[in-house]
């Protein structure tokens, strides 16, 4: 049987290369509150985020990065649309830190989703 460490190596691996094949370069996925959740087959599922139009991170500028808040359009509705935007935000904002995308909270509206990195 294959040792947590091992479940845990072939997840990064899997997520790397579709990352790679999508062209994300500036984040890395870990959305979820299980880590059994996190497979490359669930990355084209519908999220549950269907009325969300844009993602918005506030950039700390600890590390130098620019600060401020950064807004990006969401071009789709599946968790790896939602990557992309993430992705695409990180790229903007520089931030090279907190590389983790952790979570999504979404306004009353649901059309705004407010992402949360770390590192």
Not at 65 to 86: H, M, R
Not at 114 to 119: A, K, L, P
Request: hydrophobic share 30%; glycine share 8%.
């Amino acid at each position: 049987m294959p040792s947590d460490d091992d479940f845990d190596t072939a997840i990064v691996k899997a997520l790397s290369d579709l990352g790679d094949a999508n062209g994300i370069k500036h984040s890395i996925w870990s959305v979820t509150e299980n880590p059994e959740d996190i497979t490359t087959d669930k990355m084209n599922e519908i999220t549950p985020y269907t009325n969300a139009k844009w993602v918005v991170y506030q950039s700390d500028p600890f590390y130098g990065e620019p600060s401020g808040e950064f807004k990006v359009p969401v071009q789709g509705n599946t968790w790896l649309d939602l990557w992309k935007a993430a992705d695409d935000i990180l790229g903007r904002c520089g931030d090279e830190h907190h590389r983790f995308i952790e979570y999504f909270t979404e306004d009353e509206s649901g059309e705004i989703l407010t992402m949360e990195c770390g590192s």
